[in-house]
């Protein structure tokens, strides 16, 4: 059911059940209690399997769920599993709890509740990531990632007040970073819708800018109001206002047949019901969660052995006393060569024969000895 079939059901405006879903305020008196019925009688139903649809926008108005898939729809399934991954995650009051069958709120474990978010959440995401990039394999991997994060923090995750938001946000992020560019799997574009309006439309929205073509996809495409489109894109509700302005008068520029918001919410919704896009198992997100996670952990491990092993290294080899360096020698200059001894003079020898001759007379005296 959509938001605005729910708020006909209980009798209030479709603002109000949105304020409902998102935490923000909480049902009082006899609306709680016809929200609380509502909810109760969706859980104890069980449509058949080809009732069955999977959502593209979670506010997206749409007939009945009888109807094709692919147009926006939650079917009664999709009902129940929200309503139990809300009881789950604590949306929902306690008085809301209670309502519902007490195996449902009793049975769910962890990784239930986690699958049953990736199941209401995971196809809607990736419609939405195709939306932003023009790229199927990286919407995926966009929606992967984030619900792997997801169960990596799921603690934290699973009493957030909007826990759809926290994963979408997360998504959105991964998608729309810069440094894709740089991988080589993306350097090249991928083949377009094959409609050439469905062409059309996405080549303008790629040519907007990242934060302009968010913006537009949240409020136009999801169907968030203005505050929680601001808050989610970390702006202000004016600076978010003027990126919504600026986005819808560049497509209307280059589309004039879509400057009415309703008909651009149409088109951006037909437009990611072409593609036939498929998110994998809840199974295989945790069990590659988990993986990646071991992985980060042994390599953490492993560099903090290293580093361990490099700093003892380090203290066993390093000095325990300060030594000074040794000078370098210098070259002296000015210093004569060294001469060799030369043939004696006829002084010298005339003198060395006397001093041969002359008669000796006591130990004291030197006696040359000769040669």
């Known amino acids: 059911?959509?938001?605005?079939?729910?708020?006909?059901?209980?009798?209030?405006?479709?603002?109000?059940?949105?304020?409902?879903?998102?935490?923000?305020?909480?049902?009082?008196?006899?609306?709680?209690?016809?929200?609380?019925?509502?909810?109760?009688?969706?859980?104890?139903?069980?449509?058949?399997?080809?009732?069955?649809?999977?959502?593209?926008?979670?506010?997206?108005?749409?007939?009945?769920?009888?109807?094709?898939?692919?147009?926006?729809?939650?079917?009664?399934?999709?009902?129940?599993?929200?309503?139990?991954?809300?009881?789950?995650?604590?949306?929902?009051?306690?008085?809301?709890?209670?309502?519902?069958?007490?195996e449902t709120a009793a049975s769910l474990t962890p990784a239930q509740a986690f699958d049953a978010l990736y199941a209401f959440c995971a196809p809607?995401?990736?419609?939405?990531?195709?939306?932003?990039?023009?790229?199927?394999?990286?919407?995926?991997?966009?929606v992967e990632w984030a619900f792997q994060l997801a169960w990596q923090r799921w603690p934290e995750v699973a009493v957030d007040r909007d826990p759809a938001g926290w994963?979408?946000?997360?998504?959105?992020?991964?998608?729309?970073?810069?440094?894709?560019?740089?991988?080589?799997?993306?350097?090249?574009?991928?083949?377009?819708?094959?409609?050439?309006?469905?062409?059309?439309?996405?080549?303008?929205?790629?040519?907007l800018p990242p934060r302009q073509r968010r913006t537009l996809v949240l409020y136009d495409g999801v169907g968030l109001d203005l505050p929680e489109t601001a808050a989610e894109t970390e702006a202000s509700t004016p600076a978010a206002a003027g990126r919504l302005m600026n986005a819808?008068?560049?497509?209307?520029?280059?589309?004039?047949?879509?400057?009415?918001?309703?008909?651009?919410?149409?088109?951006?919704?037909?437009?990611?019901a072409t593609e036939r896009l498929r998110a994998a198992k809840p199974p295989v997100v945790r069990t590659g969660s988990e993986r990646r996670a071991r992985f980060w952990t042994r390599a953490a491990i492993a560099f903090t052995v290293a580093l361990i092993g490099a700093t003892v290294l380090t203290l066993r080899t390093a000095p325990t006393h300060y030594e000074p360096p040794i000078t370098p020698g210098a070259e002296i200059q000015g210093v004569p060569p060294k001469v060799a001894q030369g043939a004696?003079?006829?002084?010298?020898?005339?003198?060395?024969?006397?001093?041969?001759?002359?008669?000796?007379?006591?130990?004291?005296?030197?006696?040359?000895?000769?040669r």
């Open 1 to 102: 059911m959509t938001q605005a079939q729910v708020a006909e059901r209980v009798g209030v405006t479709r603002e109000t059940v949105r304020a409902w879903e998102s935490g923000r305020t909480n049902p009082r008196g006899r609306k709680r209690e016809a929200y609380a019925k509502l909810l109760g009688t969706l859980v104890q139903e069980k449509p058949p399997p080809e009732e069955v649809t999977e959502p593209q926008f979670h506010e997206a108005p749409a007939p009945p769920p009888e109807t094709e898939p692919g147009t926006g729809t939650e079917t009664k399934a999709e009902a129940a599993t929200a309503t139990a991954t809300a009881t789950e995650l604590g949306l929902r009051s306690e008085a809301d709890a209670r309502t519902e069958p007490e």
């Open 124 to 142: 809607a995401l990736v419609r939405q990531a195709y939306l932003l990039t023009g790229r199927r394999e990286l919407a995926r991997e966009s």
């Open 167 to 207: 994963v979408r946000a997360t998504a959105y992020e991964y998608a729309l970073s810069p440094w894709h560019r740089f991988r080589p799997r993306y350097r090249h574009p991928e083949a377009p819708p094959a409609d050439a309006s469905d062409r059309a439309l996405l080549a303008a929205l790629l040519r």
């Open 248 to 272: 819808r008068e560049a497509i209307a520029a280059r589309l004039p047949d879509l400057s009415e918001p309703a008909e651009l919410h149409r088109r951006l919704t037909e437009l990611a």
């Open 344 to 370: 004696l003079s006829e002084a010298e020898t005339e003198l060395r024969e006397k001093l041969r001759g002359a008669v000796t007379s006591g130990p004291e005296r030197l006696v040359p000895l000769s």
